[in-house]
């Protein structure tokens, strides 16, 4: 059985850290060493925005050294993934670019929902206790030094993705200078998050009760709870007692009991503060620590790409998921979505020899049926614009910014002119690919949410034929269409000119 040796780094916020891998069918993953070195990374980035030139020489001899004991290993693939204390960098591609002419490793800057989504994977990978947690509500939490992000389950279904910038290493940044005027250093900290957990508590846990919640972290969450979890659970009583004896300790105490530096103690009682706040505004009764990090995730998401891990859990689902609960947050038709989703995929799989996308355009385009009318809650007089402006403001889960910008602008084009003139002189900037694909999800989506005018589901089905350079579309429908066909000109005029052919409706009576 072939095996496949990967190597998962991860840029964070106080550490850089490698694990490797043997990955296989059989074995599925399997770690064969696992390094750390402590870096305050957080500590410049979310202060100053910048990194010294100090720093930036440290981190490149890490990767070098990285680099040594990856030939060791005979690592074949590896990915080296940063988080929040490179987006919140002011020059973030300078410093990737810098690090990778100086070591050879390139630095994916994750976004929020990039970052959780391969979090979400590194629990999946645990399938049996993964799934069966699910069932009941349950929240994902991942306590981070920049953010703290958090995911709602409830009957396997993704409920809703938010991330919150109140981690470990912010907060206590924010609040070092106060920390020598209290004698209460965690109640000041409960203070401080407060209003960022009310508006969450008070928008998404309406009428939702989550019983469990799954922990994620660095290697500090490991360390606070390592005496305390021989089966993973903690109880709610056991992380009072434990949430007491941390919050009670001085920091010199803290760091010789976890062994680990006082630097670093420092962030136990912000870490601590920010779990029971969540815990509380939940009413959770059990914690699940599954011990597992961004680094599985990482290698999970790579085997299962290379088809070498099958995963029972559809994570293609959950963005779609997500997004529907996006517009269902919007107030958008749901009866008119369903309909134009099933007109809009019929076009794309009918067509596929000739226009050139694959699975994940698809996943796209599903989603930009599901946002397309978002903006209406705000304007209906500007629906483009503002339902731009909702995507672009939205996280959704498991997609990187760049698929966000491609939906966004997908459905902006829905609504206005495509524009062409002036591309290739007014913004030298631009990626022609990525524009071309976003005219042709924006041509499929015109066409389908036309055929929907009305939004009565007058089409009840549709099959799309290609043949030569002919695309037959034929709809089936007993109502009366003249509405939906008399609008489609200047539709079926974009779809042609961006697809380069010929465009002929039929319809077929169902009754």
Known sequence: ?????????????????????????????????????????????????????????????????????????????????????????????????????????????????????????SIAAIEIGFKKMIQKGTAILEVGGGAVQVSLFDKDALVCTQNLKIGSVRIRERLRELVKNTQHYDELLAEFIRNDLDTFQRLYLKDREIRNVILLGDFLTDTIFRDERADNIIT???????????????????????????????????????????????????LWVPGVSLHDGMAYDFAEKEKLIKSSHDFENDIVVASRNIAKRYSSGKAHIQGTTALALAIFDGMKKIHGLGPRERLLLRIAVQLHDCGKYISIGDVAECSYHIIMSTEIIGLSTEERQIIADVVRYNNIKFVYSGVYEENLGVNVERHLKIGKLAAILRLANALDRSHYQKVKGLKAVMKERELTIVMESDQDISLEL?????????????FGIRLTLRRKRTA
């Open 236 to 286: 709610k009583a056991e992380f009072t007692k434990r949430y007491q004896d941390c919050t009670e300790k001085p920091e010199l105490v803290l760091a010789q009991e976890m062994d680990i530096e006082p630097e670093y103690a420092s962030l136990v009682v912000p870490t601590m503060v920010i779990l029971g706040s969540f815990i509380d505004i939940f009413g959770a009764e059990a």
């Open 1 to 121: 059985m072939a095996v496949l040796t990967f190597a998962a780094i991860d840029v964070g916020s106080y550490e850089i850290s490698m694990k490797i891998y043997e990955l296989s069918k059989r074995s599925r993953m399997r770690v064969v060493n696992d390094i750390r070195y402590r870096l305050q990374l957080g500590s410049e980035s979310y202060s100053v925005g910048r990194f010294s030139m100090e720093t930036v020489d440290k981190i490149c001899e890490i990767l070098l050294d990285f680099q040594r004991i990856m030939k060791e290993f005979g690592v074949q693939k590896s990915r080296a993934c940063a988080t929040s204390s490179f987006r919140e960098l002011s020059n973030p591609m300078v410093i990737v670019e810098q690090i990778y002419v100086r070591t050879g490793i390139h630095i994916d800057i994750l976004s929020n929902a990039e970052q959780h989504f391969l979090g979400y994977k």
């Open 486 to 498: 008399g609008l489609l000109k200047d539709k079926v005029d974009f779809f042609e000119e961006i």
